[in-house]
């Protein structure tokens, strides 16, 4: 099962991004969606969620009003909006989905088998 996350770059303070994560192989409907990150020198970290019904989102407490995530599965796409944008989120960022469907994983990487290769977030002026 191959995830590919895409849309990362460079912006500076305040801007946006909009991350997708997408599967050629699968398809995602079933399954829950994570996001996670990981900056330099830092452990991988949760960012947001959501369910395999798209109802229930679930993001970590530094994000929480700036980023969105949502799904869209006629595209068999997950995005995740990121917006004013902080030096501190600053981070290679990676989706993952578990393995089993129509599961509701916690917000602990352990929960997650399958991940996608990663995008660079960079926030810099």
């Known amino acids: 099962v191959q995830l590919q996350a895409s849309g990362g770059g460079l912006v500076q303070p305040g801007d946006s991004l909009r991350l997708s994560c997408a599967s050629s192989g699968r398809t995602l409907s079933p399954y829950a969606i994570g996001w996670f990150r990981q900056a330099p020198g830092k452990e991988r970290e949760f960012v947001a969620s959501?369910?395999?019904?798209?109802?229930?989102?679930n993001y970590a407490d530094s994000v929480k009003g700036r980023f969105a995530i949502s799904r869209d599965n006629a595209r068999n796409t997950i995005y995740l909006q990121l917006n004013s944008l902080k030096p501190e989120d600053t981070a290679i960022y990676y989706c993952?989905?578990?393995?089993?469907?129509?599961?509701?994983?916690?917000?602990?990487?352990?929960?997650?088998?399958?991940w996608g290769q990663g995008t660079q977030v960079t926030v810099s002026s």
């Open positions: 959501v369910t395999w019904t798209g109802r229930i989102t």
């Open positions: 993952a989905s578990p393995a089993e469907r129509h599961w509701t994983p916690r917000n602990l990487d352990d929960d997650y088998v399958y």
